[in-house]
């Protein structure tokens, strides 16, 4: 079975700059996350989709974060002007009807923000 | 206050000893309680899932759960250096729900 892919693996940007990460969750997962994870912390949930609907969006700063879902199937994370602090990991997940016991995580999409 | 704290370590042992790694948490809402273990530069792999109070072990690996002390514990028997990550405990109030990790401990095993 597939995992979960994400690209590109690594992205290095100025600030104010734009940056825009791709998730292809595994096949059949109809919910999918993004984390964003901060060296030295735990991943904190930005926002979870149940197929294209947005099922929490609580923890995403919506002035410069945006996420979609289309079809259903792959997802897009943008970043739109890119401030220092946004310097993180940015993890897909996905699993089976949200169930946590079926969560899986991509390799994640390491950002640095200069 | 953060909702769950975790031993912050690191923590350096030796191969084939027992380890034993532990999160507090604030919210009496939480029932579903889980640990992962995140290899440096990969995503998080889950290791254990509980519900509720008790006990599950899965090979070398044990999971404990105290609801009234608000406490969970990952034991790790016959440590071995490839088990050398770091170990993150999450939380949540509902299986579909939104989990809230800890911070993570890295565990080193030394040959």
């Known amino acids: 079975e597939a995992g979960v892919a994400q690209s590109p693996r690594y992205k290095i940007i100025e600030k104010r700059q734009s940056v825009a990460f791709w998730c292809n969750p595994i096949?059949?997962?109809?919910?999918l996350y993004w984390y964003q994870q901060i060296l030295g912390q735990g991943p904190k949930l930005l926002i979870q989709f149940q197929n294209n609907g947005v099922v929490d969006d609580s923890q995403l700063p919506k002035d410069r974060f945006s996420a979609e879902r289309l079809k259903g199937v792959d997802s897009t994370l943008k970043i739109q002007p890119a401030k220092l602090e946004d310097s993180a990991v940015y993890l897909c997940?996905?699993?089976?009807?949200?169930?946590?016991?079926?969560?899986?995580f991509g390799p994640g999409t390491r950002l640095t923000v200069l | 206050q953060k909702e769950v704290e975790q031993d912050p370590g690191p923590l350096s042992v030796p191969e084939g000893a027992i380890v034993s790694l532990n999160c507090t948490y604030s919210?009496?809402?939480?029932?579903?309680f889980m640990w992962y273990r995140q290899y440096s530069r990969k995503g998080p792999e889950l290791l254990m899932y509980t519900y509720s109070s008790g006990n599950k072990e899965d090979g070398r690996f044990t999971a404990q759960v105290d609801k009234s002390s608000k406490y969970i514990s990952l034991f790790i028997r016959d440590s071995q250096p490839s088990d050398s990550a770091t170990y993150l405990c999450?939380?949540?109030?509902?299986?579909?729900?939104?989990?809230?990790f800890g911070d993570g401990t890295t565990l080193t095993v030394k040959p």
């Open positions: 096949s059949g997962h109809a919910t």
């Open positions: 919210n009496s809402a939480f029932q579903y």
């Open positions: 997940a996905s699993s089976f009807e949200g169930r946590k016991d079926t969560q899986y």
């Open positions: 999450a939380m949540s109030a509902a299986n579909a729900g939104k989990s809230t």
